[in-house]
C-alpha cells in the first residue's frame, strides 16, 4: 500500500449505530487530519494530530470521537450520529503539521450515510 | 480573516481548448497557495503549491498557477484540455500560523 488509505470506502449507518472509520498513512507523516467534505460547502478540517497528539479540536460535536494510536493511523469514533452528518470523510497527513504551510496528502475518502 | 473564493462554480470547454479557473483569497500575511483535484470517488491531489520565487507556478499534468499580490489572485490554467482533466479543483490558503483554508470547489466538464 502506498499514500494515504482509508476503510471503509462506504458506510450506511443508523443514528443509534456506533463505528469507526481508520485511515492509514505509509508516508512517514507526522501529521494527520480529518476533514468532512459536504455538498457545495469548502472542506471542514474537523481535528489535527501532530506526533500522535491532538493540536486541533474545530468545534466537532463529541459524537464524532478520534483516536491516534501512532502516527500512522487515526481512527474516527461516531456515535449517534445525525442524517446531517452525511457526508465524505476525508483523511490527510503531512511531514510536519505546520498549520497552513505544509503539503498535505489525502486519502480516498469514506463517505458516509446516515439513516 | 482567512478566505478563499472560487467565482465559478461549474465550467465546461471542449477538449483541447485553453482553461482558466479562478481563485482570490484574502490572508493578512504572506500566503501559502494550493490547488488540488478530485476527481470523482478520489480524495484530493495536489496540483501545485506557491510559498515564495517565482510567482508562476509548474505544476503536474500540465497545469500552471500565476501568483497575482496586487489582485489577491492564483488562478490556475491550462493550455489544452484533455477529457481526462475532468474533475473538481480546489484553491486553498494557508500560512504559518494558520490552518489551510479551501474554497468552495470549481467543478470542471470536458467535452470531446
Known amino acids: 500500500e502506498t499514500g494515504v488509505t482509508q476503510t471503509p470506502r462506504h458506510l450506511v449507518m443508523g443514528m443509534t449505530n456506533k463505528k469507526s472509520l481508520k485511515c492509514e498513512q505509509h508516508?512517514?507523516?507526522?501529521?494527520m487530519y480529518w476533514y468532512k467534505q459536504s455538498a457545495k460547502k469548502p472542506l471542514e478540517l474537523m481535528f489535527v494530530y501532530s506526533l500522535e497528539e491532538r493540536v486541533e479540536n474545530n468545534s466537532v460535536p463529541s459524537r464524532f470521537s478520534p483516536e491516534c494510536p501512532n502516527s500512522s493511523h487515526l481512527f474516527l469514533h461516531l456515535h449517534t450520529l445525525q442524517p446531517e452528518d452525511s457526508a465524505l470523510y476525508l483523511c490527510?497527513?503531512?511531514?510536519?503539521?505546520?498549520?497552513?504551510?505544509?503539503?498535505?496528502?489525502f486519502g480516498p475518502g469514506t463517505r458516509l450515510t446516515v439513516l | 480573516a482567512q478566505s478563499v473564493t472560487q467565482p465559478d462554480i461549474h465550467i465546461t470547454v471542449s477538449e483541447g481548448a485553453s482553461l482558466e479557473l479562478r481563485c482570490n483569497y484574502s490572508y493578512g500575511a504572506t500566503p501559502y497557495l494550493f490547488w488540488y483535484v478530485q476527481s470523482p470517488g478520489q480524495g484530493l491531489q495536489l496540483l501545485l503549491k506557491?510559498?515564495?520565487?517565482?510567482?508562476l507556478v509548474q505544476g503536474i499534468k500540465g497545469f500552471e498557477a500565476e501568483f497575482k499580490r496586487s489582485q489577491s489572485s492564483f488562478n490556475l490554467r491550462k493550455p489544452s484540455v484533455h477529457w481526462s482533466d475532468a474533475a473538481e479543483y480546489f484553491c486553498a490558503v494557508g500560512g504559518n500560523t494558520d490552518k489551510l483554508i479551501f474554497g468552495t470547489g470549481t467543478r470542471l466538464q470536458v467535452f470531446p
Open positions: 490527510a497527513s503531512s511531514q510536519e503539521g505546520t498549520g497552513g504551510t505544509d503539503t498535505q496528502y
Open positions: 508516508l512517514g507523516h507526522n501529521a
Open positions: 506557491y510559498f515564495s520565487g517565482d510567482t
